[in-house]
């Protein structure tokens, strides 16, 4: 026995700081010690409004990001005289970098400016992005929402006043009945998994939608395997259940949607399918109790759901209400269960169940807080009612073709249930609710030295809205807003690169890219996008993409196609925003923001982006950013923070305003902000008093409240669009009966009058549809790995502990089969490529599907990874299967593979055939050559490991 006792932890030299974790959108507080300038570990912050103090094994995992081998170290020019991607580059002083780029930018700018196109990967901080391309005055910005999950923003924002996604969240504490619809456990992942928890505990069922039993689904208490692109099939078929049985919520329908308003019944004509409007603009209901037309927005009418008859109105149409063209549409057959079936590869009783299951927990089992409160009419209640079913919806529905009307069926079958921002069912996330859609447009015309009037990205509502020339062609070089994909509110990331390629419908001058890996997992069609990074002009023999700047903390396989690379720094060592003009931190009960601000000294020539966007906005003179002498407006980032104002007393954080910090949500700018940020652990929280908790749309002190703090511009009701008359005036277009722009291609005039359909409905995705299933007889789709993904982790020692390759994941009794045995190496081929990957066989995969773990594979000597790392030589990607382009159609131009409404990339929609692959054939397939290490990146090591810490010796 020796009598020195053993110290684990001399805290002496320890600090405690407080930040919010980067690597996925939950934006879990974080609890750092550091020492010696070192993170000796990071741990969960208890009192954190997201994460309750869990922390999962990527945030836990931030320690080695900061030690990562691959971050870069310095800005970089690709070396005279080398070529584009042959990873040959020299350091170049800031100071010079910044000069170079100016003077490209001022050229642009003073120009055409949309010859910038400067797009953004997983960043968090689009309102300081979109203000820079805004004042720069590009129309060419959008950040990664159209490659990632917009169907589900857009389906939702275009329907209801929030959405899934970060817009909402289910009223964790007091839902009975929870559905989860195509969620991998990436998403939302602290707060999704406390949730389980605490339904589990209190016995509420949880049923999972997805066709591979994994993660959340696993502890699912039921797993329906469903055929991947079929889930807004199957909603409508619950919806027909309901529907045919008069299980609906009456009162919800008549008081807080357009169910009851009037349509135009007139097919051919200009308004068919358009509200019939009073001469306020107003739309008109029948009153029950007057038996006569009304205005549907003047409170103490009666409205009627009048589910039979026509009216013909007093100037002699005919109109209809919204509810009775529900029911004549999905009271057909094609939604009855045992149809539905047979597409979605669900059993008819399961479908039917499952509908009735929630309306027995929706109508039976309503929950009751007794609160007054007072409605948009001035009518008084004396308690909320709950109807305690919500629902979570995610990239599984959104990434097919057919996800923005998945989204809106999801949403439609919520709705009949009542289950909307009320006690235990779907509650808007401040600053929702908003207006259906959200009232800002996108900007339309660019001029040299100009910004533009308005945000690039906005919700059309609309064919004038479009972002198109006077002969109809996009102004876009991502086509957003154009009659290809009209409701592209975030952009179209995945279209970039070949647009810019094929110079359609322009060349551009200069491509900045912030945290997008375009040249590996961030792109469909890997391989191909590669080639157009370095192809050149057969004429001028230059690039026909001529300035590539890539942004990023770390060496991925997009900076090795840059021309001039900008190092950012860590999540550790800068300021930064988790801003409510943004995507805050808010829980369902209180308005919530945080920051990060640098916890660490940068030891390289780094600097954060934000610092470098808000320093060139003061070159480039932005009005914005500049005082009317040409001074810079805002020293840095942290100035800008503090001082920049969107509207009197509105800035980027809510609390701690005013000049002695004792004003939140509005408030003059506070000096000292930050540090009564730094003082409260990184975050503000303000709870919502209970009277304006649910039923917020049409809650007057809620609505008054969100004016005050400039949420949405005016206190009046925001009514749920079940029936969408944004979308009714495209179709119209696409019919060639609209009293305003029309499309003159065939193909665009088809697919809006196909797919614009004013009420949700299914069709088979678009790729599908021209991909025969009975030579690609699998679905085959990606999850992205919750031990990984969003942090581009694949240098980060730990996680690679978790995962190092990933499988091909396959039904177990399908494969063999098909004589495949688990681990064996097959071929997967697809119309548009092919892949030799490994197999694993598992129960838990719906029978005509496979799947993989996303963006784990990687390019040789990226990421400063060895060369024969398991992720390049035995990971793989699905994105070489995956077509950018939809397969061509005879007289057609090459159409965008993305949801014809959205944009949103179809990356779930493909199909492939399977094979084993010959003996000797093994090892993963294609390859890519090395890429070579930056200046000063160390040399790959066989085994990441560091010392954060001296060890603990046990034994002294
Ligand atoms: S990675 Fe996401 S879930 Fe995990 S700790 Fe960070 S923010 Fe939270």
């Known amino acids: 026995m020796t009598d020195q006792v053993t110290v684990f932890e001399d805290h002496k030299n320890q600090r405690i700081e407080y930040s919010t974790c980067y690597m996925c959108a939950c934006r879990c507080g974080i609890k750092v010690t550091v020492e010696n300038d070192n993170v000796r570990f990071i741990q969960g912050n208890r009192n954190h409004p997201t994460n309750q103090g869990v922390l999962c094994a990527k945030g836990s995992a931030g320690i080695m990001k900061q030690n990562s081998p691959a971050k870069l170290h310095q800005p970089l020019l690709r070396k005279p005289g080398t070529a584009r991607g042959a990873g040959e580059f020299v350091p170049i002083s800031w100071e010079k970098a910044l000069d170079m780029l100016t003077a490209r930018l001022q050229n642009i700018r003073s120009t055409n400016p949309d010859k910038l196109a400067f797009f953004t990967g997983r960043d968090q901080m689009q309102a300081l992005t979109g203000l820079w391309a805004q004042q720069f005055g590009t129309l060419n910005w959008a950040a990664h929402g159209g490659f990632c999950s917009v169907n589900m923003a857009a389906g939702g924002l275009y329907m209801m006043p929030f959405a899934f996604w970060e817009f909402g969240d289910p009223d964790w504490d007091r839902t009975k009945y929870f559905m989860l619809w195509g969620v991998a456990e990436d998403h939302a992942s602290n707060p999704i998994k406390i949730a389980l928890e605490k339904l589990k505990r209190r016995g509420a069922k949880f049923v999972a939608i997805n066709p591979a039993r994994t993660g959340y689904q696993a502890i699912a208490d039921e797993w329906v395997a469903i055929k991947p692109g079929t889930d807004g099939l199957l909603a409508l078929s619950m919806v027909h259940v309901l529907l045919e049985r008069e299980l609906f919520d009456w009162d919800f329908l008549i008081r807080y949607t357009n169910a009851p308003f009037l349509i135009i019944d007139a097919p051919g004509s200009s308004d068919h399918g358009l509200f019939w409007r009073n001469a306020a603009g107003h739309p008109q209901v029948w009153d029950m109790c007057t038996q006569n037309f009304a205005d549907g927005m003047e409170a103490g009418s009666n409205p009627s759901l009048s589910l039979l008859d026509k009216h013909i109105n007093p100037a002699g149409r005919t109109v209809r209400t919204v509810m009775s063209l529900m029911i004549e549409k999905y009271l057909d057959a094609s939604y009855a269960p045992e149809q539905v079936s047979k597409i979605t590869g669900v059993p008819a009783e399961t479908i039917e169940r499952l509908a009735l299951e929630m309306a027995q927990v929706a109508f039976e089992e309503t929950i009751e807080i007794d609160c007054e409160w007072t409605d948009w009419t001035g009518r008084k209640h004396d308690k909320f009612i709950g109807r305690p079913v919500s629902m979570y919806a995610m990239r599984g529905v959104s990434a097919h073709s057919n996800g923005f009307q998945s989204a809106r069926a999801i949403h439609l079958l919520q709705i009949l249930l009542g289950t909307i921002d009320c006690p235990g069912g ?479 990339a179809a990356w779930y929609d493909l199909r492939v055939r399977i094979y084993p692959a010959a003996p000797g054939e093994e090892g993963t397939w294609p390859t890519f050559p090395t890429i070579k290490p930056l200046p000063d990146e160390p040399r790959p090591v066989d085994r990441l490991r560091y010392h954060t810490h001296p060890p603990v010796n046990l034994k002294s």
């Open 426 to 904: 779907f509650c808007a996330k401040p600053p929702y609710p908003k207006p259906v859609p959200p009232p800002v447009k996108p900007a339309q015309h660019s001029a040299p030295n100009q910004p533009l009037s308005s945000s690039p990205l906005g919700y059309p509502t609309g064919p004038e809205d479009l972002v198109i020339d006077e002969q109809g062609n996009p102004k876009r070089i991502d086509k957003a807003f154009s009659w290809e994909t009209p409701l592209s509110i975030q952009g179209l990331l995945h279209m970039v690169i070949t647009n810019a390629h094929n110079y359609d419908p322009y060349r551009i001058d200069t491509l900045i890219l912030f945290m997008a890996n375009m040249a590996w997992n961030s792109s469909m069609n890997t391989a191909e996008i590669q080639k157009m990074l370095v192809a050149k002009d057969s004429e001028d023999g230059e690039y026909r993409i001529p300035f590539i700047v890539v942004s990023d903390a770390y060496h991925s396989e997009m900076v090795n196609f840059a021309d001039l690379i900008l190092p950012d720094t860590t999540y550790l060592e800068r300021y930064d925003t988790l801003s409510m003009l943004d995507r805050p931190i808010s829980e369902t009960d209180a308005v919530c923001d945080s920051i990060r601000h640098p916890i660490l000294k940068t030891n390289r020539d780094v600097r954060a982006w934000q610092e470098v966007l808000v320093d060139l906005a003061g070159r480039l003179q932005f009005p914005a950013f500049v005082h009317e002498n040409g001074e810079k407006r805002y020293q840095d980032y942290k100035d800008f923070i503090v001082n920049y104002q969107k509207e009197p007393g509105i800035g980027f954080l809510s609390g701690w305003r005013g000049k002695n910090g004792d004003q939140h949500l509005r408030g003059e700018p506070n000096p000292r902000q930050w540090e009564a940020y730094i003082d409260h652990q990184s975050f503000f929280q303000h709870h919502l008093p209970l009277n304006i908790r649910y039923f917020r749309f049409v809650n007057q002190a809620y609505l008054d409240f969100a004016v005050e703090a400039a949420y949405i511009p005016k206190a009046e009701p925001m009514f749920i669009e079940i029936y969408s008359e944004p979308l009714q005036r495209f179709r119209l277009a696409g019919e060639g009966v609209y009293d305003g722009p029309r499309p003159t291609q065939p193909a665009d005039r088809e697919r809006l009058a196909k797919y614009f359909d004013p009420l949700p409905f299914w069709y088979e995705p678009l790729e599908q549809q021209r991909v025969s299933a009975e030579e690609y007889p699998f679905f085959a789709v990606n999850q992205r790995p919750m031990m990984m993904y969003h942090s581009w982790d694949s240098q980060n020692a730990w996680l690679r502990q978790i995962i190092a390759q990933n499988f091909l994941y396959m039904n177990r009794q399908r494969g063999e089969h098909l004589g495949i045995a688990d681990k064996s190496w097959v071929w997967v081929e697809s119309h548009n490529g092919k892949i030799r990957v490994q197999v694993k066989l598992i129960e838990g995969c719906q029978e005509d599907t496979v799947w993989t773990w996303n963006a784990i594979g990687k390019q040789s000597g990226a990421w400063a990874l060895s060369p024969d790392a398991p992720e390049a030589t035995r990971g793989f990607l699905m994105n070489h299967l995956i077509s950018e382009l939809l397969p061509e159609k005879t007289g057609e131009r090459r159409l965008t593979n993305s949801d014809p409404i959205t944009g949103q």
